[in-house]
């Protein structure tokens, strides 16, 4: 190297040290923090191990993820307060505020969960992905084949419930295979245990699966078929039609016709502390630059990706830095004041049932019924 080389190679170093410095020295974050996520190989974990890199090189932070096979096994440790965050996706954020599937048994409950950010990124989508040698092609071929079913992760089955009701078919009309969570389910696929499994198209599960003898197909959400998207929304009314780029069998070729949502989105309890979720929003924001790239589909918690009137409400630490920075608005205001009017009518309405002595047997069905008159009653959208 000479020394024009050199001299460049020390700035270089010396400019990202300052910058590091400059990072910690804004950001007020213990030496330690503590996420869940999906699974080892899953979008959601790779992503946050992305973020930790960068943390730890800009100030020296050490994030701790702990995997979690299902929305339950990432939100108990959040909601014991064992880890401040959760990089989760719809089950664990809208389902769990819903008090719906697996958070409305008894030991569960609404939860107040609160948003910091997401990744809306659009360069991937949320997908029943189907093994390439069953010979389908169209998600109405999946009738009479092994589809997925994942115990206690909720968003993960509504989800394929969704896909099915888009291709005109319920779970009656497929063989349901139950797995204890989600590696476990793509571990299937290429085994041979099922044909189909949901997963994000850049989940490192669904590039092992393509690279598998069995190999890997997204079949299509045809964009123009309004009626089978009616079908799919009335499911799950988070998804929307997309293109993805980025995926197992999708990179450097054409775009996927198909349909995705927020995912992962980074979520902490009601009660977490406004300050710590202020710098952790704060880090996630200004850090960007450091993991973009460093992950599939990662791109997508840009700032200029964030839908701040989304399903769940925004913690107030993560709202005070947004205003500091003028990106919220009054819209946004009055949209999340509503949801966290939803939450709280949800949660009396659960208080008010534990109250009244039902019993155990009849929980699950006194619940649904409840549930949804208290949305009902309050003037707000009855979904499951």
């Known amino acids: 190297m000479n020394w024009t080389l050199k001299t460049l190679a020390v700035a270089g170093i010396a400019a990202a040290s300052m910058a590091g410095q400059a990072f910690a020295a ?23 191990v992305a973020v930790g890199a960068a943390l730890k090189n800009a100030a020296g932070i050490d994030l701790r993820v702990l995997p979690g096979k299902n929305d339950i096994a990432r939100t108990e440790p959040l909601r014991q307060g064992k880890v401040q965050f959760s990089a989760t ?8 505020q819903e008090g719906a599937f697996a958070f409305g048994k008894k030991n569960w409950g609404p939860q107040p969960v609160r948003v910091l950010l997401a990744n809306n990124g659009g360069a991937i989508n949320l997908a029943v992905g189907v ?12 009738k009479g084949k092994r589809v997925a079913w994942v115990k206690g992760a909720p968003a993960l089955n509504v989800n394929v419930t969704a896909y099915l009701a888009y291709a005109g078919l319920t779970w009656d009309d497929v063989t349901k295979v139950e797995f204890g969570g989600f590696g476990d389910s793509w571990k299937g696929l290429i085994n041979d245990q099922v044909d189909a499994v949901f997963a994000s198209t850049n989940s490192g599960k669904a590039y092992e699966a393509a690279a598998s003898p069995r190999g890997l197909i997204w079949p299509k959400i045809h964009h123009d078929d309004k009626e089978g998207i009616a079908r799919m929304q009335a499911v799950a009314p988070f998804f929307q039609p997309n ?10 070729g054409p775009a996927y016709e198909g349909a995705g949502y927020s995912y992962p989105v ?3 309890m009601a009660d977490q502390d406004a300050d710590l979720v202020y710098n952790m929003t704060k880090a996630m924001v200004e850090l960007f630059p450091e993991y973009d790239g460093k992950a599939p589909g990662i791109g997508g918690w840009a700032l200029d990706k964030q839908n701040f009137q989304w399903v769940a409400p925004y913690h107030d630490g993560a709202i005070k830095y947004y205003k500091e920075i003028g990106k919220w608005t009054d819209a946004d205001q009055a949209h999340n004041d509503k949801l966290i009017a939803r939450q709280t009518a949800l949660q009396d309405a659960w208080a008010k049932l534990e109250a009244s002595g039902v019993a155990d047997d009849a ?15 309050g003037g707000f959208d009855v979904v499951f």
Do not use: H
Request: glycine residues 16%; negative net charge; hydrophobic residues 40%.
């Open 26 to 48: 804004d950001v007020n974050l213990p030496g330690q923090i503590a996420w869940t996520a999906y699974g080892t190989g899953s979008a959601g974990y790779n992503q946050s």
């Open 363 to 377: 929980w699950d069905e006194t619940w649904a019924e409840t549930r949804r008159k208290a949305l009902a009653d």
């Open 89 to 96: 996706g719809v089950g664990g954020s809208f389902m769990a």
């Open 131 to 142: 093994a390439g040698d069953i010979g389908v092609k169209e998600y109405a071929d999946l």
């Open 266 to 268: 980074l979520v902490a």
């Open 243 to 252: 293109m993805a780029k980025v995926g197992a069998n999708i990179d450097g």
